[in-house]
């Protein structure tokens, strides 16, 4: 039975218009658009119980991939199986990736201009301090008082910032350990041993993206959709390894000012990958990054969730989430450090970093387009 009220009466197109609405219109990041999320259809409209809600925010924080995108596809699936999940994380996606690649296509046609690079001058400094703050508030979330969870997260961290990259093999072994440390499996007490598109289509700031780069673009945001757990920030040390070193699709820059785009439009914070992939591959690879990115958490909720009441309530799998859940919050951190470097250069972009800082720590109803905006037109006027 759906939930209704008779002033919001339920129905498939206002549950789709209402996603397609979220995805145009939701800023804030994950979190926020889960509190959206909560407060339209659970307290609002009730067309999604309280019990129903909990279960799907349970569910994405257990799987790998963007929280609120998750949270969205399986809702969907609760209303209509699986179609009803597929329009869902099209209808929330969409807006959002179609405005990347506005914005992406602009930045490669007018990266010289001096206007743009001195408000990207001041956006990175501002963006640098939300993302300390979105780890900050992640921890408190998370990770709370588990000593064990805050050494592998303290350890991620400094693994990060020290090699400027990040490892799978660090969230993988952070969540083995957690695990058996928590919830150790029963064998364990019984063993010591553990070419035909237009050009436009695969032009990149580097020319036309041959076949070996596109399928590079599709395999590479696939595994990055498979190690993002809770928040689509987690993703950014993960990305920043693979596409500014060992790609070297982006620049330092570059990387930090798709970062930027991801910040000042709506919906999921992970769609920087499309703007990441139009910069690497035209729009073909655009649309590859985000299908990669997305297709591991659309197929963990799909296939998941007609069995995850059972799943739900088996405690080593939570207890493998907590730890690889507190190394990719670590992680964060640590490309806080990494990105910082290169963002925060001098006097003025360490000014707006510090005004930042004390924005999104003391007054915490301030948008955070609006003060990324703020950081841009300081930028602009300090730089000029």
């Avoid at 050494?151 to 093999?169: G, K, Q, V």
């Avoid at 499996?185 to 553990?194: D, H, I, K, Q, V």
């Avoid at 987690?234 to 820059?253: K, N, R, S």
């Avoid at 999921?268 to 073909?284: C, K, M, Q, R, Y």
Wanted: proline share 5%; net charge neutral; with cysteine.
């Amino acid at each position: 039975m759906v939930p209704n009220d008779n002033e919001h009466p339920y129905s498939r197109q206002g549950f789709l218009l209402y996603f397609l609405w979220l995805g145009t219109f939701g800023f804030g990041g994950p979190i926020a658009l889960a509190g959206y999320m909560q407060h339209d259809l659970v307290d609002e409209r009730k067309w999604i119980t309280p019990d129903e809600y909990r279960e799907g925010l349970a569910l994405a924080q257990l799987a790998p991939g963007p929280l609120a995108a998750q949270l969205a596809i399986y809702l969907g699936w609760l209303r209509g199986g699986f179609m009803m999940a597929t329009a869902v994380s099209a209808a929330f996606i969409l807006p959002s990736f179609l405005m990347v690649i506005a914005l992406a296509w602009l930045y490669m046609k007018f990266e010289g201009i001096a206007l743009l690079q001195s408000l990207f001058y001041g956006i990175g400094a501002s963006i640098i301090a939300i993302i300390a703050n979105s780890a900050y508030k992640l921890v408190r979330r998370t990770v709370q008082k588990d000593p064990m969870l805050w050494t592998l997260f303290a350890i991620s961290a400094a693994i990060t910032a020290w090699f400027e990259t990040e490892f799978i093999l660090v969230f993988a072994v952070s969540g083995m350990v957690a695990m058996v440390a928590k919830y150790p499996p029963a064998w364990l007490s019984r063993t010591s041993l553990f070419g035909l598109a237009p050009a436009w289509w695969l032009t990149g700031l580097h020319g036309p993206a041959s076949i070996g780069v596109l399928c590079d673009i599709l395999w590479f945001f696939t595994k990055s959709g498979s190690v993002v757990f809770g928040s689509g920030l987690a993703i950014v040390p993960f990305l920043h390894g693979g596409v500014v070193q060992d790609h070297q699709w982006l620049t330092e820059q570059q990387f930090i000012d798709a970062v930027a785009v991801a910040m000042i439009t709506p919906g999921p914070v992970v769609i920087t990958v499309a703007f990441i992939g139009e910069l690497a591959g035209g729009f073909a690879g655009a649309c590859l990054a985000a299908a990669g990115v997305f297709l591991p958490c659309y197929l963990v909720v799909v296939l998941a969730a007609p069995h995850y009441q059972r799943l739900a309530k088996n405690l080593q799998i939570k207890a493998l989430v907590d730890g690889v859940t507190a190394s990719a919050i670590g992680a964060i951190a640590g490309s806080v450090i990494v990105l910082g470097k290169r963002s925060v250069i001098d006097l003025p972009t360490v000014t707006i970093f510090l005004a930042s800082m004390v924005v999104v720590f003391k007054f915490k109803k301030v948008p955070e387009p609006v003060l990324i905006a703020a950081g841009g037109v300081i930028g602009l006027l300090l730089h000029r």
